[in-house]
């Protein structure tokens, strides 16, 4: 039972990176894209709000930053991000995927260029500096 949960999960992951790959031929990169005069335009920011327990610790070295390249779709939502660098020193894993999940939820305006829907592939980067006060 287990393996076949295992394998519609790899199905339904793979149909949907083939949908996204199908709207999204020919991503034009964030810089390239405010080069041309395109801009994106958040309709959510990311939710810092209920971070889970432990999120932040006592010691300095708790604290970091998490790097994600992805990708906005012509919808405007936020899709493939992989962590390119992670500053975290306790729990980067845990970190990176709770962050992760909070910013595949920001939703941007649907980008454009020139009247014609884009993707746009683009770096996001999480800093924390201090815990909560």
């Known amino acids: 039972m287990t393996l ?3 394998a519609l999960f790899l199905v339904s992951a793979s149909a949907a990176n083939a949908a996204i ?3 999204c031929t020919a991503p034009i990169d964030s810089k390239e894209f405010d080069k041309r005069g395109g ?7 990311i939710d810092l709000t209920n971070l889970p327990d432990n999120f932040f ?4 070295a708790c604290y970091g930053a998490v790097q994600f390249s992805g990708l906005i779709d012509q919808s405007g939502k936020v899709h493939n991000l992989k962590v390119i660098a992670n500053t975290w020193d306790d729990r980067p894993a845990e ?3 709770s962050i992760r999940e909070r ?6 305006r649907p980008p454009r260029l020139n009247g014609r829907p884009v993707c746009v ?3 996001w980067r999480y800093l924390f500096k201090e815990g909560p006060s």
Do not use: I, P, S
């Not at 801009?39 to 959510?44: A, D, F, N």
């Not at 610790?57 to 300095?60: P, Q």
């Not at 910013?103 to 941007?108: G, P, Q, S």
């Open 4 to 6: 076949v949960r295992f």
């Open 21 to 23: 790959a199908g709207t």
């Open 121 to 123: 592939k683009m770096d």
């Open 103 to 108: 910013a595949l939820a920001v939703r941007y």
């Open 95 to 97: 970190h990176a995927a």
């Open 57 to 60: 610790c006592d010691r300095l």
């Open 39 to 45: 801009k994106l335009v958040h309709e959510t920011q």
